[in-house]
Antibody, heavy 120, light 111 residues
Framework: QVQLVQSGAEVKKPGASVKVSCKAS????????MHWVRQAPGQGLEWMGV????????SYAQKFQGRVTMTRDTSTSTVYMELTSLTSEDTAVYYC?????????????WGQGTLVTVSS | QSALTQPASVSGSPGQSITISCTGT?????????VSWYQQYPGKAPKLIFY???NRPSGVSSRFSGSKSGNTASLTISGLQAEDEADYFC???????????FGTGTKVTVL
């Protein structure tokens, strides 16, 4: 079955960087886009960006431009999301989610989420 | 891009029907039939329960239905059951630099 398995929780100090991984299985990795969405404690969901695993092309939300980098490793079917210059406002659960390219605009499935805590 | 507006909470008794609204603008909800809905239990990842406004993925209960009128999309849960108690989020494609916007979320309580 289709599965997205993310890396474990992280605790970081302000100013540091974090890199979260999302390993896909159960489908052809390069046939689907991968998006990243975050959810701050008790808050709603926020779209961060998308990577095309086949071409490696990316698009980031304007809010995160300059601070986020999304990459992929096709040999391991894994996508990565790195966020730099962390502040307490980046404390959130980060999700990867799959989207059918070109024609679909829904996220299915989602990874289990990775809690990133930014605290001094 | 502002978040889509949802009621913070909706409640109902078992067997009743409830409706959750999701209000956006003509640049997102009103401009496209690309609204999706997600169910999220505490500490769990969101699960897709509706896409393209009215399409239900296989395996999702037929008690869930979706619709849209103007800039507002709606999710209706009929025959409310205890297992429906969860948070629900809407999402829409948007014609902006941020192509996907999410709702503020609605907590459904089964009384």
């Amino acid at each position: 079955q289709v599965q997205l398995v993310q890396s474990g929780a992280e605790v970081k100090k302000p100013g540091a960087s974090v890199k979260v991984s999302c390993k896909a299985s159960g489908y052809t990795f390069t046939d689907y886009y991968m998006h990243w969405v975050r959810q701050a404690p008790g808050q709603g969901l926020e779209w961060m960006g998308v990577i095309n695993p086949r071409a490696g092309s990316i698009s980031y939300a304007q809010k995160f431009q300059g601070r986020v980098t999304m990459t992929r490793d096709t040999s391991t079917s894994t996508v990565y999301m790195e966020l730099t210059s962390l502040t307490s406002e980046d404390t959130a659960v980060y999700y990867c989610a799959r989207v059918i390219p070109y024609s679909a605009h829904w996220f299915d499935p989602w990874g289990q989420g990775t809690l990133v805590t930014v605290s001094s | 891009q502002s978040a889509l507006t949802q009621p913070a909470s909706v409640s109902g008794s078992p067997g009743q029907s409830i409706t959750i609204s999701c209000t956006g603008t003509s640049s997102d909800v009103g401009g496209y039939n690309y609204v999706s809905w997600y169910q999220q239990y505490p500490g769990k990842a969101p699960k897709l329960i509706f896409y393209d406004v009215t399409n239900r993925p296989s395996g999702v209960s037929s008690r869930f239905s979706g619709s849209k009128s103007g800039n507002t999309a709606s999710l209706t849960i009929s025959g409310l059951q205890a297992e429906d108690e969860a948070d629900y989020f809407c999402s829409s494609y948007a014609s902006s630099a941020t192509p996907y916007v999410f709702g503020t979320g609605t907590k459904v309580t089964v009384l």
